[in-house]
């Protein structure tokens, strides 16, 4: 599922949750340069078609932790 900022910008496609509070995020999405990253999932705003953060694109980039 497709992950977008709250500037409306894809920043990755989902893969799974990792535990309770955080989303990993694919891989394989042009977006991830080849890197697993995470995100909190404090920062879902709603889900649809997609699922649509409370955090800018930038916000997004500067946080990723990689996970391997």
């Not at 894809?10 to 893969?15: P, Q, R």
């Not at 995020?25 to 697993?36: C, I, Q, V, Y």
């Not at 990253?37 to 920062?43: A, D, E, F, R, T």
């Not at 709603?46 to 997004?60: I, K, Q, Y």
């Amino acid at each position: 599922m497709e992950v977008r900022s709250s500037d409306g910008l894809h920043v990755g496609t989902v893969d799974h949750m990792e535990g309770d509070t955080l989303i990993k995020l694919t891989r394989t999405d042009p977006a991830a340069h080849g890197r697993h990253h995470l995100l909190p999932l404090s920062w879902v705003e709603r889900v649809d078609e997609h699922v649509h953060l409370t955090a800018t694109a930038a916000d997004v980039r500067g946080y990723w932790e990689d996970a391997g």
